[in-house]
Nanobody, 121 residues
Framework: VQLQACGGGLVQAGGSLRLSCAAS???????MGWFRQAPGKEREFVAA?????????SYADSVKGRFTISKDNAKNTVYLGMNSLKPEDTAVYFC???????????????WGQGTLVTVSS
């Protein structure tokens, strides 16, 4: 499985961005997540989405109500819509597939290359 993340950039506080994660290769995992890592900090959970028996999503408390994770099955792509961005959201964002346990832990078998999001104040 290969994951290609894109969509990062520089945005002012209060602005919006949408990140994309395109999956290719063998059958894509039915669980995918987004994580982020700020300079000097550990990688942290942002959001996860599971399917195919319905769709379930989960979010870190710090992004709940501002970020939305979604998927497009036809395009094998998972999105992270980010609204009301804050300077503390600045980080490299990674998409991931196939967790080895809890979706909240950064223990996934496959990772995208990361895309930088910078939020200016």
């Amino acid at each position: 499985v290969q994951l290609q993340a894109c969509g990062g950039g520089l945005v002012q506080a209060g602005g919006s961005l949408r990140l994309s994660c395109a999956a290719s290769g063998r059958n894509v995992s039915s669980v995918m997540g987004w994580f982020r890592q700020a300079p000097g900090k550990e990688r942290e959970f942002v959001a996860a989405i599971t399917w195919p028996k319905g769709v379930a999503t989960s979010y870190a408390d710090s992004v709940k109500g501002r970020f939305t994770i979604s998927k497009d099955n036809a395009k094998n792509t998972v999105y992270l819509g980010m609204n009301s961005l804050k300077p503390e959201d600045t980080a490299v964002y990674f998409c991931a597939a196939e967790p080895r346990g809890s979706v909240y832990n950064a223990a996934y078998n496959y990772w995208g290359q990361g895309t930088l999001v910078t939020v200016s104040s």
